[in-house]
């Protein structure tokens, strides 16, 4: 076949791609996407079936029969799962903005810089090659199409060189056109999904050609090949010599791949729109596998039957089928077909590459830069969004370049199948560390890097060591004797372990020590506290969605405009604008005040308020989306001018608890109010009850002390006016008695309203300067008789020179009556009793103390007997004499002079009863002091000390 | 007939005063306890006919007397009467739980006392 019309129809058809993803990218722009749905969705993951699904499979099943089935088993077994796995991965990420593999295993380990690029190393070696499996099949095909000389300088390799080079400009175009690596690329998901249904058509028309057409169905085929005995071996599993860890081995590997291969990371996780598109692509996906699978056999039957006698490679029955029988334009379709599997691979492949080798090969190390001046920040922030962009753009071409190159130097030799297995083993040394990272909290970067670390190292001894056995690189003693002669270092058979396909034997030691040292590091040291936060994150993606923004990882007191800058530098003014309104509507109370007529909060004014830390956090989310969670971090904290700090860890500990400790703190916090609110109704209303019950109390002990002489005055009134015929004598007895107790009951009238006039705040004082001891003497003067009458020794101590009270003296004389009186009723009447009135200043006050050896008070009573009528507690027994309320009358009085008053006192011992009366500080103002404060009562004194001093020196000059 | 015997038990000199004159001026036999102490004493030297008990007192109170009193079987024919300041209900319901035959409420009327003191006696009015 002409190369013109091949090379014709391959530009041709990428033409048509470009047409593809230019519309979708319109339509997109237009809010009417192609892409948003599971259809496209469960198509774009048929990146899954490249070049070696294509050719391969066929090639494959020629050798070894059922075998080439593994790897779409392990898919199609696992696609029930992914509504747990695969939903769980795709929600974390666009919480996380994570647009890798590298980014994902990056960001759940505590946010490793080192990580990431250590993903991106094995994702590189490891996927290169497969790349170069894609250019191979091109070159390959080309081949085979035009019959022309597979060399390098040959028609072949040239249109496989200009076909990678189309390829990087699509990529490029269409790929890679923002910073932002989270934005969708609708384009390139058309197109990805059109050439799935292409390598479909492609190979169904192929399969029914030759199942139909060249066979008589089925039926023929599989009859034909029977009577062949070394076809007939291929029918059964063991025929084939597949053993059953081969099996296990490629159910695992391919199960891995579907998940964690970067291109199927980037069409499944990335561009997902919505997650519930997961549920149809769930059984879409599995089928388009089946669909694609049914003519394998039937192919690979009809070339080995057909063109046995040509010696060519079963890789190629795809295409020499048709061309051999003549059907040149079918080979021609069919050759587009593979053309399809192969650019769409090498397409999202190198995406998904480039953005990880951008982001975690070469920011880290720029980000790392300082900026040279503050001043220079924001145009060093725009020059880095400049470089991801550009470093991105040439990632894309030194990929395409290494892949080209590898094919160039290496691949030529490889058999297709192969290199993709190695790939897939490659890629699955991620399973612990993102499995472990899905579910169990207590993996650490410890763990992961050094598992990785070392499952890569020994995929590499195991897996790519020996293909690079050969003239001119390593010699062949290294597979047979081993590594530097010792036996248990040999790639095929590590530690002497024997009896295994290399596949098996690779993957079972690099996922021995991988796990081994992933599990055993995670569990020998704790994570950190940014380990324990992300692991929080990530595992519990589901329970807690938004939790995670509203805790604040980052501490300081950053500018907000430096803030601003950085996000205007990689974001652009538009984009930026948009996030912190996005960011506004959602934390309202996060962003500084807009200023005057401004609708839109804070976006241009240069007020230097500090940034919340909410969106600090929200814009490492953002960056995160252009160069991945280390570099967004590094950034961050650079502008933040701290780390996230110890904070962060008591965080990331208590926030399993806290929301439920809030909850249960605000119903706490309730609850308590209530039962405050109900306590304190309580409280009042059992105040009000005692109050009430008080009133009744004193209102009756008021009635029955008048009772008393009212009884006497109406018994002998009576008997007066019964007896008329009384002697005078008596008669004069009884009329006198009556005068006293019609006095005594005017006594205690007044008294009464007197306590009343003090309980209600009317009672005034009348202040003037009294001499205190001119009082005492008046005051033992008034109880002079009573003291006679008792035989009772006087003692007197009042220094002469005592300063002058500022007092109402009736009132006081009133207290020392009252408090002389009750001593002298305390005393025994036997002659023994002693009295002593004593009186001594202080720094500012006045003591008073009256002291008798009478009956004495019990402790308990103390407290007790200023209350008026104290023994109305005491229903029916009561104090000798006296009305009961002389006490509580003295204490208003002292109190309304700012005093105080209280006993000493015990059983059988005497009473010492204390007044203390303020020598300054006599405010004229009416203070109603009850239970006042004592500590502001000695505040105040201690404050009047030295106008005290100041006055006691005038007065004992005069 | 014997000269009725009576007990006047009161803290108030001037309320003893009265009583002491009124119950002499009719003829009857008077003993005085000016508390608690001394009354439980007099009752126990003398099988009293009435008793004019006083309840607020200092050392022992009247309801303690009487209390003590009705346990005396060889006091049974002893009379009661409460005079006190204490005029609630409640009050004269303990007297009368107390043991007592009257409760008469301060200040009384000295007619109306003779006349139930006369009653009780069982003399005629």
Same mark, same amino acid.
């Given at each position: #076949?002409?190369?013109?019309? %091949? ?185 990805? $999904? ?45 025929? $084939? ?103 769409? #691979? ?16 070469? #920011?880290?190390?720029?980000?790392? %830069? ?29 990929? *395409? ?51 990785? *670390? ?24 290294? *597979?047979?004797?081993? %590594? ?39 569990? $020998? ?25 509203? %805790? ?70 953002? *960056? $995160? ?334 | ?10 803290? +108030? ?24 102490? +001394? ?49 609630? +209900? ?24 003779? +006349? ?10």
């Amino acid at each position: #076949m002409s190369k013109l019309l %091949v090379i014709g129809f391959s530009f041709g058809y990428l033409a048509l791609l470009f047409g593809v993803a230019y519309a979708a990218e319109r339509r997109s722009a237009a809010r009417k996407s192609l892409v948003s749905n599971p259809y496209v969705y469960a198509l774009s993951m048929a990146v899954y079936c490249t070049a070696w699904t294509y050719y391969g499979s066929v090639g494959r099943a020629a050798h070894y029969g059922l075998e080439f089935v593994g790897i779409y088993l392990g898919p199609t077994l696992l696609a029930p799962a992914w509504w747990l796995v695969l939903r769980k991965i795709i929600r974390v990420c666009r919480q996380q903005r994570l647009t890798s593999i590298a980014d994902f295993i990056s960001a759940r380990y505590g946010k490793s810089a080192a990580l990431g690029a250590l993903v991106t190393v094995v994702c590189v070696l490891g996927i290169v090659p497969y790349i170069a499996l894609q250019i191979k099949a091109i070159a390959a095909s080309f081949v085979t199409l035009t019959g022309s000389a597979a060399g390098v300088g040959g028609p072949a390799a040239t249109t496989a060189l200009y076909t990678t080079g189309a390829l990087a400009v699509f990529t490029i175009l269409f790929g890679v056109r923002s910073v932002e690596a989270t934005e969708r690329h609708e384009g390139i998901v058309l197109a990805v $999904a059109v050439e799935s249904v292409l390598k479909l058509v492609a190979f169904l028309v192929l399969g029914v050609f030759v199942t139909f057409g060249l066979f008589h169905g089925f039926g023929d085929v599989f009859d034909q090949a029977a009577a062949v005995p070394a076809l007939r071996q291929l029918f059964t599993l063991r025929g $084939a010599g597949v053993g059953g860890a081969e099996w296990l081995t490629l159910l695992v590997l391919s199960m891995s791949a579907i998940l964690l291969l970067p291109r199927q990371f980037q069409v499944a996780v990335v561009e997902n729109v919505d997650e519930n598109h997961l549920r149809k692509a769930m059984w879409l996906f599995p089928l388009y596998l089946i669909v694609i699978n049914l003519f394998v056999l039937p192919v690979a039957f009809g070339g080995m039957l057909k063109l046995s006698g040509l010696g060519l490679d079963a890789d190629t029955y795809v295409l020499a089928l048709p061309l051999a029988t003549g059907h040149a334009g079918l080979a021609l379709f069919t050759y587009l077909g593979g053309l399809s599997a192969a650019s769409s #691979m090498i397409i999202v492949e190198t995406i998904a590459l480039s953005v990880m080798m951008s982001n975690h090969l070469l #920011m880290p190390l720029l980000v790392r %830069v300082p900026s040279a001046r503050p001043e220079g920040q924001t145009r060093w922030f725009a020059y880095l969004g400049r470089v991801a962009l550009e470093s991105r753009r040439l990632a894309v071409v030194l990929v *395409l370049l290494l892949a080209y190159g590898y094919y160039a130097e290496v691949g030529r030799t490889l058999p297709l199948v192969n290199t993709g297995l190695v790939s897939f083993a490659a890629v699955a040394q991620f399973v612990p560390a993102v499995l472990g990272g899905l579910y169990w909290k207590g993996g650490t970067r410890r763990g992961a890097t050094a598992g990785l *670390l070392v499952g890569f190292g020994i995929w590499f001894f195991t897996l790519v060591l020996p293909t690079l056995v050969g003239p001119g690189r390593l010699p062949e003693s290294v *597979l047979t004797a081993g %590594v530097g002669g010792l036996a248990w270092l040999r790639p095929s058979a590590l530690f002497g372990l024997e009896g295994l396909d290399s596949l098996s034997h690779g993957l079972f030691w690099s996922w021995f020590f991988n796990i081994g040292l992933y599990v055993g590091l995670s569990l $020998a040291g704790p994570p950190t506290a940014l380990e324990l936060r992300q692991a929080d994150v990530f595992v519990d993606v589901f329970t807690r969605r938004s939790l995670a923004e509203e %805790v604040a990882g980052w501490q300081g007191r950053t500018p907000f405009p430096d803030v601003r800058a950085l996000l205007l530098g990689f974001l652009g003014k538009k984009r930026t604008n948009q996030a912190l309104r996005t960011f506004a509507t959602r934390f309202p109370d996060a962003l500084p005040p807009p200023p005057e007529g401004e609708a839109t909060p804070s976006l241009s004014h240069t007020v230097t308020v500090p940034a919340d830390p909410r969106l600090l956090t929200y814009a490492e989310k953002l *960056l $995160a989306g252009s160069l991945g969670p280390a570099s967004a971090r590094m950034l961050v904290a650079s502008v933040a001018g701290a780390e996230q700090i110890s904070y962060d860890s008591v965080v990331g500990i208590l926030r399993e608890s806290q929301q439920l400790l809030e909850a249960n703190r605000q119903l706490q916090k309730q609850s308590r109010q209530l039962q405050r609110l109900t306590d304190e109704l309580r409280a009042a209303y059992d105040q009000l009850q005692a109050l009430d019950h008080r009133k009744d109390e004193f209102l009756y002990t008021v009635t029955h002390e008048l009772r008393t002489p009212l009884t006497s005055i109406r018994a002998l009134a009576e008997i007066l006016a019964d007896n008329p015929d009384l002697e005078a004598e008596e008669q004069q007895r009884f009329q006198l008695t009556i005068g006293r107790e019609a006095e005594r009951l005017t006594r205690l009238i007044s008294l009464v309203l007197d306590l009343e006039k003090f309980e209600s705040g009317q009672a005034t004082l009348d202040r003037a300067p009294v001499p205190v001891a001119e009082l005492v003497a008046e005051a033992l003067d008034a109880v002079g008789q009573l003291l006679r009458d008792k035989h009772i020794t006087l003692h007197v101590d009042i220094p002469a020179d005592l300063p002058t009270l500022h007092a109402d003296r009736d009132r006081l004389m009133q207290v020392l009556v009252n408090l002389l009186s009750n001593a002298i009723k305390a005393c025994r009447p036997d002659g023994q009793g002693r009295i002593a009135v004593l009186a001594w200043p202080t720094a500012d006050v006045l003591l008073l103390c009256v002291e008798d050896n009478g009956r004495g008070i019990s402790p308990a009573a103390q407290h007790l007997i200023f209350d008026k009528f104290y023994q109305a507690q005491h229903q029916t027994t009561r104090k000798p004499e006296g009305t009961g309320l002389g006490l509580a009358i003295t204490r208003k009085i002292v109190e309304l002079h700012h005093g105080r008053i209280w006993v000493e006192s015990s059983l059988e011992q005497g009473a010492r009863f204390f007044i203390e009366l303020p020598l300054v500080g006599n405010e004229p103002e009416e203070r109603h002091e009850d239970e006042h404060d004592e500590t502001e009562r000695h505040a105040e004194r201690s404050r009047s000390i030295s106008t005290a001093v100041v006055i006691n020196a005038d007065s004992t000059k005069r | 007939m014997k000269t009725p015997h009576i007990l006047i038990v009161d803290d +108030e000199p001037n309320i003893v005063m009265s009583l002491e004159f009124l119950m002499r001026k009719n003829g009857f036999q008077v003993g005085i306890a000016r508390n608690g102490t +001394e009354a439980l004493a007099a009752i126990d030297q003398t099988p009293y006919d009435l008793i004019l008990l006083d309840i607020m007192m200092p050392d022992v109170d009247g309801l303690q007397v009487c209390r003590q009193l009705r346990q005396r079987p060889d006091r049974a024919g002893t009379k009661v009467i409460f005079l006190s300041a204490k005029s609630r +209900e409640a009050d004269m319901q303990k007297g009368y739980e107390a043991g007592a035959d009257l409760y008469i409420p301060k200040p009384f009327s000295t007619r109306q006392l003779m +006349e139930k003191v006369r009653e009780l006696l069982g003399l005629a009015a």
